[in-house]
């Protein structure tokens, strides 16, 4: 049930591919909570048609493409944006992440540097482009809330999760460090959301998923959340009521982060 919480609210959503995704979830719950926002998504991904459906379902929402690693294309979309939505920015949701070598199958032990390269770009460089746009744009409001999405392989070790899992460590430490300047001028907080393994068409792309997934299932107390319950966690984010939470890595994972062994889990290895 809708609340109002984001009512009035403006804000950019990045990264909606299609109905399995967390930022497509994200910008639906925002919807519904009074927010007007863009979707932007890098130019390929918009060929395949499906983000027009979510900006229908969302009042007609304007869709800005963007491509994350250039400076221009960023500016553009904070430029464009502003003059759509009419003013300065409540909330930003970066849901970006691209690895060619999880792509390509590349062990960690065998990357293509040039691969790696552009994920620490995409994946995590970009967060930082987008924050220092912003921020010398002035398009955020004061108390405004800034969220990327993240997971625990940057704190452990994840084997198939390859060079990603440098990147989300990248992406944690752009948000404590652009997240100090952001706060000390503009009270703006920015935050990383470490979610459950989620069912999205990235996440099924990593090796293992499947086994790993029910793994995290059993083992997270709670159980793994999934895309629409990250939303719901983004959309409280957003809210004015968490003006004092910035530059934390919250743990959105039904308790997995913090488990370290359970029965059901030693079910999993019996029935194997």
């Known amino acids: 049930m809708a609340n109002g919480l984001l009512k009035g609210k403006k804000g950019i959503i990045f990264g909606a591919l299609n109905d399995k995704s967390i ?4 910008a639906l719950k925002a919807h519904a909570e009074g927010a007007q926002f863009v979707l932007t998504n890098a130019p390929i991904a918009m060929r395949m048609g499906e983000i027009n459906n979510l900006a229908a379902a969302c009042g007609n929402a304007q869709i800005i493409p963007c491509d994350v690693s250039k400076d221009d294309e960023m500016q553009q979309l904070v430029s464009k944006s502003m003059e759509i939505l009419g003013g300065k920015l409540d909330f930003v949701l970066h849901s970006v992440g691209m690895s060619m070598n999880i792509r390509k199958g590349k062990a960690y032990t065998d990357l ?23 921020y010398n744009s002035d398009a955020m409001q004061n108390e405004g809330s800034i969220l990327a999405l993240t997971y625990i392989a940057a704190q452990r070790v994840f084997p198939d999760y390859s060079e990603m899992a440098d990147a989300k460590s990248l992406l944690e430490s752009i948000t404590r460090s652009f997240g100090y300047h952001f706060g000390k ?6 935050n990383t959301i470490s979610q459950s393994p989620t069912m999205t068409t990235a996440g099924s792309g990593v ?7 029910d793994y995290a299932e059993a083992l997270s107390p709670l159980g793994n959340a999934d895309a629409a319950e990250c939303a719901e966690y983004c959309i409280s984010m957003f809210s004015d009521y ?9 743990f959105h994972d039904g308790g997995f982060s913090f488990t370290g062994f359970t029965e059901d889990v030693f079910k999993i290895g019996k029935e194997d």
Not at 115 to 125: V, Y
Not at 207 to 213: A, D, E, L, S, V
């Open 112 to 134: 293509d540097y040039k691969f790696m390269h552009d994920t620490l770009d995409i994946s995590a460089i970009s967060f930082h482009r987008l924050m220092k746009t912003l």
């Open 185 to 190: 001028r503009n009270k703006v907080r920015v």
């Open 242 to 250: 968490t003006k004092k939470v910035t530059m934390q890595n919250l």
């Open 23 to 26: 930022a497509w979830q994200v």
């Open 207 to 213: 090796k293992g998923f499947g086994t790993f997934y």
